[in-house]
């Protein structure tokens, strides 16, 4: 299992380390990207308000966790959508309401 971060905060780009985190949960996707499945990844957000689009192509496994709880880290559509998730997406791994097996994706909140 691989841990990536995410500050907003921070004031480069940074390298996705507790100590200096990316600037973008973008950036932590496409580092996730480089990651073999089926390592599941834990992306660490801290608090904030993230204008962004994410894509997720071909990576599943992906665990968003917002550092401070549900209500810190928020994720929010510039104009469309904030996620747009297409592909292969990995080893399925929780069954959903027809009994087919998905990756699992967790989000905090949304807005937008």
Same mark, same amino acid.
């Given at each position: ?11 480069? !780009?940074?390298?996705?380390?507790? /100590? ?5 949960? +973008?950036?932590?996707?496409? =580092? ?5 499945? !089926? ?20 990576? /599943? ?5 917002? %550092?401070?709880?549900? %209500? /810190? ?13 297409? /592909? =292969?997406?990995? %080893?399925?791994?929780? !069954?959903?309401?027809?009994?087919? %097996?998905? !990756? ?7 807005? +937008?």
């Amino acid at each position: 299992m691989a841990s990536i971060y995410v500050d907003q905060g921070n004031a480069g !780009p940074g390298d996705g380390t507790v /100590g200096n985190p990316f600037k973008t949960i +973008g950036s932590a996707i496409a =580092d996730a990207n480089f990651r073999p499945l !089926p390592e599941v990844v834990n992306i660490y957000v801290e608090d904030g308000t993230y204008t962004e689009t994410l894509v997720i192509n071909d990576r /599943g496994n992906l665990n968003f966790i917002a %550092t401070n709880g549900p %209500t /810190g880290a928020i994720i929010q559509p510039g104009s469309g959508y904030a996620f747009s998730i297409s /592909g =292969d997406l990995g %080893t399925p791994l929780s !069954p959903d309401a027809s009994g087919q %097996t998905v !990756p699992t994706i967790y989000v905090v909140r949304l807005n +937008g």
